[in-house]
């Protein structure tokens, strides 16, 4: 016997089908925005096995056990998050790649509103920003806490953009929750459960990043930790993993990106900015994590990044960002439907 996921192409189900489907004791997995049951799971011998294969109506079986069952593929497509901005809808994972912009850190309300206003001019609908920043040292710059959350609120809502911002202690997701839209978990913090627990129990998207030395399976544990404590939305983002060689900051890991797909539809982005260090790599590597199939990217920018207080040197200056956004939806145009189709 074995465990299987099957998931139905569109359009009605046959009625063979259906009594397959309790003959088999098959259980619904997942349901389509209008109700209907899009995915079943269920133990099957060799012959039902090989019955839903040659089913037209079956449009994919995955076989096997999965440690990961709630952050398992479990449709044919993105299972796409979307973000309340006032009445507005905006989506990551949907049809349009996304554009995640913003400092390193808050630092005032002039450099995050010179940054929110050129996101805002290219159509831009995220902005990032760090209140409690996560640093090696002690003694660097931690981040302006609550004041920066303030900011980010009062500066997003003029350019109506949604927030993405990090919790870095599970005592402030409440708080954060009270201003930000879209929660991030950073790279350090990927196995923090208790953190991951918290995040999830205030019930908006999370954004989780991938650990410098996570295994693409421990990065899906810990979105399964998100998703057994009750999140309903959460978003994966490659960062680089801890490389050998000093020339960049970490190692832009963008296989990770096709070979995700395959495990897990919740939406994948890449973050170019910590994943190389380099302001000159940013573009290349945005551009590259989308021509790999990336729903978007998270990127740092700054005005005047020679005084930034974290981050400076991966910071890209505002007159680049429409270039960024230019290549993104380019590359994106060129190459989704291609990718698509060969996944098939
Ligand atoms: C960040 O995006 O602000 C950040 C600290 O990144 P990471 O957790 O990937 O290092
Ligand atoms: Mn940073």
């Known amino acids: 016997m074995k465990h299987c996921v099957f998931l139905l192409a569109q359009g009605h189900l046959p009625s063979a089908l259906s009594s397959e489907i309790v003959r088999i004791g098959a259980e619904p997995r997942a349901l389509e925005e209008g109700g209907a049951i899009i995915a079943y799971s269920a133990t099957v011998d060799e012959a039902a096995l090989a019955l839903l294969r040659g089913t037209p109506s079956v449009a994919r079986v995955l076989e096997g056990p999965t440690p990961h069952p709630l952050a398992a593929r479990r449709s044919l497509g993105t299972r796409a998050v979307d973000v309340s901005i006032g009445p507005e809808l905006v989506r990551l994972g949907g049809e349009q790649p996304v554009v995640i912009a913003g400092p390193c850190a808050v630092e005032s309300e ?42 980010l609120r009062v500066v997003a809502d003029r350019h109506r953009l949604a ?90 890991d963008l296989a990770a990106v096709p070979l995700l797909r395959q495990r897990t539809d919740l939406p994948i982005f890449v973050d170019p900015s910590h994943g190389t260090g380099v302001r000159k790599a940013v573009l290349p590597m945005a551009a590259a994590a989308v021509a790999a199939g990336a729903d978007g990217v998270l990127v740092e920018c700054h005005p005047d990044a020679g005084v930034a207080r974290s981050d400076g040197p991966q910071a890209l200056p505002l007159a680049a960002l429409p270039r960024l956004f230019g290549l993104v939806q380019g590359i994106s145009a060129l190459v989704r439907p291609s990718l698509d189709a060969a996944a098939e």
């Open 110 to 151: 002039a450099q995050l509103e010179a940054c929110a206003r050129a996101i805002a001019a290219l159509g831009g609908r995220f902005l990032r920003g760090g209140a409690y920043k996560p640093r090696t040292s002690p003694y660097a710059f931690a981040g302006e806490g609550e004041r920066a959350l303030e900011l």
């Open 163 to 252: 927030v993405v911002t990090e919790v870095l202690d599970p005592r402030d997701a409440e708080r954060v929750a009270r201003f930000a839209d879209v929660l991030q978990i950073g790279a350090r913090t990927m196995s923090d459960f208790a953190l991951l627990r918290a995040v999830a129990a205030v019930g908006k998207p999370v954004l989780l990043k991938r650990a410098p030395s996570a295994t693409l399976e421990e990065w899906l544990l810990s979105a399964e930790h998100l998703l057994h404590a009750g999140a309903r939305d959460v978003v994966l983002c490659e960062r680089g993993v801890r490389g050998f060689d000093p020339a960049a900051r970490n190692l832009l």
